[in-house]
């Protein structure tokens, strides 16, 4: 009996927690950006898809890839600069890695670095930026978390200003255990 239960606890402990195992995920957030650049302010709001894969290893550290797309960014306000630059955005998506540390098991903190493309409307452009967050998300249970994040993006120039986006996300993500 003493054996079957150092087995059964070697293979719980070796194993890694539920909490973050290594899952697909796919959920809904909501994003309000702030992007300025040459005088011109947007400020919207955009329903946003989010799709990845990760999960934890070494014990605590997490690792994920991530997808997103923004359909479309509703308008908040949109102040176009002097000299004609309009930023209001159209649509959005890119790309990124998500690394992070698994504080306890329900709680995760992570950075992100990804690429983002944005289409600004009244300009007729899109362009690329390097992404850079953080945030926190909170195991609700087994199959769906909620996040918080922070995301900063430089974009490349459009009509000679190099626009810039703050970004304040939360979500809700389901994760598919198998």
């Not at 009244?122 to 390097?130: I, L, V």
């Not at 993006?153 to 000679?160: E, G, R, T």
């Amino acid at each position: 009996m003493f054996k079957k239960i150092l087995v059964a606890s070697a293979l719980i402990l070796g194993c890694p927690s539920i909490t973050f195992a290594y899952s697909f995920y796919l959920g809904p957030g909501v994003a309000y950006e702030d992007i300025r650049g040459g005088g011109a302010d947007y400020n919207g709001i955009g329903p946003r898809i989010i799709a990845g894969y990760g999960g934890i290893f070494r014990d605590s550290m997490y690792l994920a890839g991530e997808v997103f797309g923004e359909p479309r960014s509703i308008t908040l306000q949109n102040t176009q600069s002097s000299t004609g630059v309009n930023l209001k955005a159209r649509y959005s998506y890119g790309a990124s890695l998500v690394p992070g540390y698994d504080i306890d098991g329900t709680l995760m903190a992570y950075g992100r670095l990804g690429i983002s493309y944005v289409r600004f409307d009244k300009m007729n452009a899109t362009r690329n930026g390097c992404q850079l967050g953080l945030g926190l998300e909170y195991r609700l249970n087994e199959v769906w978390s909620a996040r918080g994040e922070y995301d900063y993006i430089a974009y490349s120039s459009v009509a000679d200003v190099s626009p810039r986006d703050n970004q304040i996300l939360v979500s809700v993500l389901y994760h598919f255990v198998f």
